[in-house]
């Protein structure tokens, strides 16, 4: 499933040299409030996806295409409803983890529309919450079963928080800062800046546009013996 080596890697972008705009509904290297008050530093580094076939294609994991992180309905910001979109470097450690746990549950899951990427320009949003970095996923369905009741719901994050102490699930229940009809899986606020970029102290648009491509993969670095050999 992965990607053939010759091909370039995701485009990263370091969101002050977007124009003014997308600056404005990125805000990278803001501060946020959580609901207790907590402050973080909003996400800098970007993969900027050209179209829907670009999302489509890019796989994080093997069973997770971008794609399922930048589904957004009308209440995040038009411009960012549009391609090319924008999310969080961090993205590819929260499909990391959730590959796992699919891989623990033995079961497909689906990412609510809204569920992965939000900016802080999002309606919804209100103060700080992981999705803003990328580290946070809304499941609404394992496998063929929608989690709307107390039973799913807790099972699978029982298995979530087994697998890893760097995963969160939001308890069920029906209150705020509780679930009743997804699970909310998250990480923690992570930013991540990819080694192909460089970092300065600015945060101002930078002189000329910075970007990269990731490197692709050399696979003889890394080659297992297929799993048919072992
Ligand atoms: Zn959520």
Redesign the pocket.
């Known amino acids: 499933m992965s990607e053939p080596a010759d091909e370039a890697g995701l485009k990263v972008v370091d969101a002050f040299d977007l124009d003014a705009q997308l600056r404005g509904l990125l805000r990278p290297g803001s501060v946020v409030r959580d609901h207790r008050g907590r402050e973080h530093k909003l996400p800098r580094y970007f993969y900027e996806i050209s179209s829907r076939d670009d999302a489509v294609r890019a796989r994080l994991a093997p069973n997770f295409g971008l794609n399922e992180f930048i589904r957004v309905d009308l209440k995040e910001a038009p411009r960012l409803q549009e391609y090319p979109k924008y999310i969080p470097c961090a993205v590819r450690l929260l499909a990391f983890y959730l590959q796992r746990l699919r891989e623990r549950l033995g079961a497909s899951l689906h990412v609510t529309v809204n ?1 992965g990427y939000r900016s802080p320009s999002h309606r919804a949003a209100v103060g700080a ?1 992981p ?1 803003m970095w990328g580290t ?3 499941l609404y369905r394992i496998g063929s079963a929608i989690l709307r009741e107390r039973g799913s719901i807790e099972m699978a994050s029982r298995v979530a928080e087994e697998l890893s102490e760097d995963l969160h699930v ?1 308890p069920f229940g029906h209150d705020a800062g509780q ?1 009743d009809d ?1 699970i ?1 899986l ?1 990480l923690f606020y992570v930013t991540g800046v990819p080694r192909e970029m460089s970092e300065d102290s600015g945060d101002s648009p930078q002189a000329s546009p910075r970007f990269a491509f990731e490197e692709p993969r050399r696979r003889s670095d890394t080659a297992l013996p297929p799993s048919d050999s072992r």
């Open positions: 569920g919450t999705h946070a996923a809304d939001k679930t997804h909310h998250f």
